[in-house]
């Protein structure tokens, strides 16, 4: 089992603000990684695949870097419909595993 | 565009099982992969098993191998997660999502990211 670590579970900070949240993977995935937003009662949405890649829609604020065991979500300046939780998960193994997630919260 | 809509909420006893239905509208999904992830109360998201419906290719979580079934009608492009033996700690939202794609290497199916959601069906298990 591939396992997933992110950090830090809670995040405060305000709009405008410029946040990294930060997925460490057990064993080297190369670039098989993607980040989800969830909003309470909601689905989770894709926010970005392949560790870097934009999925179509998403807001350019959000980036995302890293290659084998360490990868980084940032948003460059946060807007209010941004405070929301924020997972990674890997899809390098055949047992697709999440992070337990970020909670981004106003400050 | 590709919607996923799932069956409604269930309540269940300790011991017996929920199906709960995934039907694409919009598109058809038999070519893709569809996962079950569910997500218990005020917890993250786990990766339940996923299923080819072309192929009817089934993989699961080695978590809940053999009380968790997915199976997929593609003529009525719907997908279906059986869980038995429920116990409290199923108590969960379950989600299916579509993959964006799927490729086949060294004898095994590998799903990429999950592109689209069902709407999430609350399974309660209380006796």
């Known amino acids: 089992v591939i396992w997933m670590t992110q950090s830090p579970s809670l995040l405060s900070a305000s709009t405008g603000d410029r946040v990294t949240i930060s997925c460490r993977v057990s064993?080297?995935?190369?670039?098989?990684l993607a980040w989800y937003q969830q909003k309470p009662g909601k689905a989770p949405d894709l926010l970005i695949y392949?560790?870097?890649t934009l999925q179509g829609g998403v807001p350019s604020r959000f980036s995302g870097s890293g290659s084998g065991t360490d990868f980084t979500l940032t948003i460059s300046r946060l807007q209010s419909e941004d405070f929301a939780t924020y997972y990674c998960?890997?899809?390098?193994?055949?047992?697709?595993?999440f992070g337990q997630g970020t909670k981004l919260e106003i400050k | 565009q590709v919607q996923l809509v799932q069956s409604g909420a269930e309540v269940k006893k300790p011991g017996s099982s929920v199906k709960v239905s995934c039907k694409a509208s919009?598109?058809?999904?038999?070519?893709?992969?569809i996962s079950w992830v569910r997500q218990a109360p005020g917890q993250g998201l786990e990766w339940m098993g996923g299923?080819?419906?072309?192929?009817?290719?089934?993989n699961y979580a080695q978590q809940l191998q053999g009380r968790v079934t997915i199976t997929a009608d593609v003529l009525a492009n719907t997908a279906n997660m059986e869980l038995s033996s429920l116990r409290s700690e199923d108590t969960a939202v379950y989600y299916c999502?579509?993959?964006?794609?799927?490729?086949?290497?060294?004898?095994?199916?590998?799903?990429?990211?999950?592109?689209?959601w069902g709407q999430g069906t609350t399974v309660t298990v209380s006796s």
């Open positions: 064993q080297d995935i190369s670039s098989s």
């Open positions: 299923i080819i419906p072309v192929f009817g290719t089934t």
């Open positions: 392949g560790a870097s």
């Open positions: 999502a579509r993959h964006s794609h799927w490729n086949y290497r060294f004898n095994y199916y590998y799903f990429h990211s999950m592109d689209v």
């Open positions: 998960q890997q899809y390098y193994n055949v047992t697709y595993t």
């Open positions: 919009g598109g058809t999904f038999s070519s893709y992969a």
